[in-house]
């Protein structure tokens, strides 16, 4: 059975993430189609499982049948939310490239592209993640979310790069090297 394209869009990010909590789908789907509604991305969502494509982990994340049983990669969540945080004007690519969690293209609105890899940073992992980043040879922007505060003064890049920090709800990004402020 041939899918929409808004259909495809969805397939494309939960096989790229393996799951997506329920309240991403619809700012997902609106990325691309802002005009987008709840009842649109639960209609979405009922076809997809009618399909087979997609189903509910036991922790009530939509994710592919066949991860069903797994745990959820909390980080690849995390991912999710740091590009849902930017709101992109629109979402041209979602990809993983390791060692990065996730990549993304994505277009502003004067048209420029964007190029974005998010490698969460793990406290004790700052050094060996600043050399890997250093030898990075494209030109992304690196976002980093952190585990703690402090973990900015320990990481060293003159790339692109902002450290993003969750407080409460919210992800709050930071230009590198103002961290600290």
């Known amino acids: 059975m041939n899918l929409t394209e808004d259909q ?8 790229t993430a393996g799951f997506v909590r329920t309240g991403q789908v619809l700012p997902l789907l609106r ?11 639960e209609a979405l969502l ?42 992109p004007d629109r979402l041209l690519r979602v990809s993983l490239q390791p060692p ?3 990549c993304f293209l994505v277009q502003r609105a004067d048209g420029w592209i964007d190029y974005f890899a998010v490698m969460p940073v793990s406290v004790g992992h700052e050094g060996r993640i600043s050399q890997l980043l ?15 505060a402090a973990q900015h003064q320990q990481i060293t890049l003159v790339r692109s790069h902002y450290f993003i920090l969750r407080q409460g709800d919210h992800l709050r990004f930071y230009k590198g090297g103002e961290a600290g402020k």
């Open 100 to 102: 990065y969690k996730l």
């Open 31 to 41: 990325i691309n189609e802002p005009q987008k509604e709840l009842k649109h991305a």
């Open 46 to 87: 009922r076809r997809l499982r009618y399909l087979g494509r997609l189903t509910l982990s036991p922790e009530g994340l939509v994710c592919l049948p066949e991860l069903r049983d797994t745990p959820p990669d909390r980080e690849m969540l995390l991912a999710l939310d740091v590009l849902l945080a930017l709101h």
């Open 134 to 148: 250093q030898a990075e040879p494209k030109n992304y922007i690196f976002l980093l979310p952190l585990e703690d």
């Open 8 to 15: 495809r869009y969805f397939m494309d990010i939960l096989e």
